[in-house]
């Protein structure tokens, strides 16, 4: 399974994408999306096109990108909030499903804590899928979105068997 990892931005958005062997990450591929454009709306446009692309060349099964969260400049939240909007149109109109995690989970998955530095964030990256150069900040972020939702994913499909498991050996005890 590949996964698509997202770090939207309205100057640069950066992209992951990590294949998932027997759980375990592994890298794909990853970059960073210099956004183009005069007005809003040509730079969201540039997002949405190059967001559709990288889908339609890696095809990943599901994605995954990151919450918005409040900075001290509303204005800069609004357009992260809409370059965010532009990505998961162009993942929801490939038909992906789309999870969704605020920065503090991603760094918490990432290092244990949620406070990480973009620093250590690069560090574990190149460490978990065993890379020969430090990515790119907001690539290594994506992949960090990427890895995050993997672990995740499968921390919920092994809590729902275990959960079936539990709910049919009741009913079968009840009979």
Do not use: W
């Not at 770090?7 to 294949?19: H, K």
């Not at 990450?25 to 709306?41: E, F, H, K, M, N």
């Amino acid at each position: 399974m590949i996964i698509l990892g997202i770090d939207p931005g309205s100057r640069i958005t950066g992209y992951g994408l990590i294949q998932a062997q027997h759980n375990k990450p592994v890298y794909v591929a990853s970059g960073c999306i210099r956004v183009q454009g005069d007005t809003l709306a040509a730079r969201l446009q540039c997002v949405f096109r190059s967001v559709a692309q990288v889908i339609q060349m890696y095809q990943p099964e599901t994605a995954a990108i990151e919450k918005v969260f409040m900075a001290k400049n509303a204005d800069s939240a609004l357009k992260l909030g809409q370059a965010r909007g532009a990505a998961i149109l162009a993942m929801a109109e490939a038909g992906l499903e789309v999870g969704e995690y605020s920065a503090t989970k991603v760094k918490q998955a990432m290092t244990g804590t949620g406070a990480a530095t973009k620093a250590q964030m690069q560090h574990m990256v190149q460490a978990v899928l065993r890379l020969d150069a430090t990515p790119q900040a907001d690539a290594a972020d994506a992949l960090s979105i990427a890895i995050c939702h993997l672990h995740t994913t499968h921390s919920l499909s092994v809590l729902r068997a275990s959960s079936e498991r539990v709910s049919s050996f009741g009913r079968g005890r009840l009979r």
